[in-house]
């Protein structure tokens, strides 16, 4: 079976946490995931600049692991990113900012990846987003 997921918590809250595990669980299970979209506040599980208290799990480290060791498509919703200042090197210097916190593998893109996505999975599941 194939699965687009949509991630719409910052890595800090629990359901980022539960979407990471049940992307792990997806792939052991002999399952593809088509692409991982991160939206609203998810935004900020891609950002270089998130640090973990030393007596919590980093979250947004783990994801960034996940998706280097298992090669995954990991897009970032530009709309959301930019209003959140998470910035790749091409935005960071379109928009005059002195740094970006983008780094790979992460993908800025549009909302369109996420229809993209749920047209070409059989299942897309959503993680947060109150």
Not at 26 to 37: N, T
Not at 44 to 49: I, K, L, R, T, V
Not at 62 to 81: G, S
């Given at each position: 079976?194939?699965?687009?997921?949509?991630?719409?918590?910052?890595?800090?809250?629990?359901?980022?946490?539960?979407?990471?595990?049940?992307?792990?669980?997806?792939?052991?299970?002999?399952?593809?995931?088509?692409?991982?979209?991160?939206?609203?506040?998810?935004?900020?599980?891609?950002?270089?600049?998130?640090?973990?208290?030393?007596?919590?799990?980093?979250?947004?480290?783990?994801?960034?692991?996940?998706?280097?060791?298992?090669?995954?498509?990991?897009?970032?919703?530009?709309?959301?990113?930019?209003?959140?200042?998470?910035?790749?090197?091409?935005?960071?210097?379109?928009?005059?900012?002195?740094?970006?916190?983008l780094p790979p593998p992460w993908e800025l893109s549009g909302l369109g990846q996420l229809h993209e996505a749920a047209q070409s999975a059989d299942r897309l599941v959503c993680f947060?987003?109150?």
């Open positions: 079976m194939k699965f687009a997921i949509a991630v719409f918590s910052p890595a800090h809250a629990p359901s980022s946490r539960r979407a990471l595990r049940f992307a792990e669980a997806v792939l052991s299970g002999g399952h593809e995931i088509v692409r991982l979209f991160f939206y609203q506040d998810g935004v900020h599980s891609a950002s270089a600049n998130v640090v973990a208290p030393q007596d919590e799990l980093d979250v947004a480290a783990q994801w960034r692991d996940f998706i280097e060791r298992r090669q995954l498509d990991a897009v970032v919703c530009i709309a959301a990113a930019l209003r959140r200042g998470v910035l790749d090197d091409a935005e960071a210097s379109r928009y005059q900012r002195p740094a970006a916190n947060g987003g109150d």
